[in-house]
């Protein structure tokens, strides 16, 4: 039997290359040989906050954008979180097994808190949510970038814990990064992840921006004075991502474009970054115009939704059993 695979992207503004390259790409790679799952992680997105009208356009346009990507919906289920009528019970079970201390210890928390104080106790409980994505669809890997990493390992702890207090319920997920490009960074300021949410467009490349804008902001990358193609994250971060963005893009090793690239200057080089993120991002917006207009988007979703409830609501049932909720 297949092993299943499962991911979530939020529908907060148009997905970046980052997304991309850290999750979808990775999920495409995939699909051929492994049961996989694709969601919307719509009800995360609410942690914080959304404006109606704006969350639900970007609901139907990832939809769009993971088929325009190569998600094949025949090799993949996929649905919106919120269509599942299970999983913020199943969340709340997971909740009260899980403990404030290593929720507020994570990372992402911590930085997200910081920055509003006036935060929600969503962001908080954000990652249970997570784990309830993975655990009650049963997965058994999880592709992401490495920022989400310390989320699947807590799904796990959570998951083991469960697993001995209550009997065997949950396989052990295990998140799947690749070598390359589990963190793509800010073109502008290379010391941060690319995040949808930065103040700074010029860093940000998104797989719905104008191709003569993406290969503007490539070509206005923070790069370095050294003016050698070499990776070396540490002291020269803009040129190391940019290696990183051409690597998996391309699938050559970082010493195959370290030679190829190395009587080459940085403009050169940008260059050619830019040719082929400019190809990969055409192509998916030539497919996105055509799909997103397209009937059979509902259908997918149906059916996506239809699977999702079917394996979850068992999930539900057994644990509301061995938990002791409910009637016999
Ligand atoms: P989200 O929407 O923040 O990001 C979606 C995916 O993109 C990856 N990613 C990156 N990878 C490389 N470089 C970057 N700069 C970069 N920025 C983002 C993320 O690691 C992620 O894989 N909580 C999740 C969604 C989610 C989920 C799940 C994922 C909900 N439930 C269950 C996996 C399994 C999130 O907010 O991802």
């Known amino acids: 039997m297949k092993k299943r695979i499962l991911t979530g992207l939020q529908p907060t503004g148009v997905i970046t290359l980052g997304n991309y390259i850290g ?3 990775q999920m495409i790679e995939m699909q051929e040989n492994y049961e996989s799952y694709i969601f919307i992680a719509d009800m995360h997105a609410i942690t914080v906050n959304q404006d109606p009208i704006v969350l639900r356009e970007n609901i139907k346009s990832l939809v769009a954008l993971y088929l325009a990507c190569g998600i094949d919906p025949k090799k993949n289920t996929i649905y919106i979180q919120s269509d599942n009528p299970y999983i913020g019970g199943i969340s709340w079970m997971l909740e009260c097994n899980s403990y404030y201390g290593e929720l507020s210890r994570m990372t992402q928390f911590k930085d997200k808190a910081k920055k509003n104080a006036n935060f929600t106790s969503g962001l908080l ?4 949510l997570m784990a309830a994505d993975i655990l009650s669809m049963d997965a058994d890997y999880v592709p992401v970038g490495v920022d989400q990493k310390q989320h699947v390992e807590l799904a796990r702890d959570i998951a083991i814990r469960f697993n001995n207090k209550y009997g065997e319920m949950f396989k052990i997920p295990e998140p799947i990064l690749k070598k390359v490009g589990t963190k793509i ?7 941060k992840k690319m995040s949808k949410s930065s103040e700074n467009q010029k ?6 921006d104008d191709i003569d804008v993406i290969r503007k902001k490539i070509m206005s990358a923070t790069t370095d004075s050294e003016m050698v193609v070499r990776f070396d994250p540490e002291n020269k971060p803009g040129i190391s991502n940019l290696i990183n963005i051409y690597s998996s893009l391309t699938n050559k090793s970082i010493e195959e474009i370290e030679m190829e690239f190395k009587d080459s200057n940085y403009g050169n080089f940008k260059s050619r970054v830019a040719d082929i993120v400019v190809d990969v991002i055409s192509n998916i917006q030539n497919k996105y115009n055509e799909i997103l207009n397209s009937d059979y988007l509902d259908e997918i979703l149906d059916s996506g939704m239809n699977k999702n409830i079917e394996i979850s ?5 057994k644990m509301k059993k061995v938990i002791g909720l409910g009637r016999n």
């Open 23 to 25: 999750a979808i790409k």
């Open 125 to 128: 409980t954000y990652p249970v």
């Open 185 to 191: 960074m800010d073109l502008q300021t290379p010391d």
């Open 203 to 208: 860093g940000v490349i998104r797989l719905l």
């Open 313 to 317: 609501k068992e999930f539900y049932q």
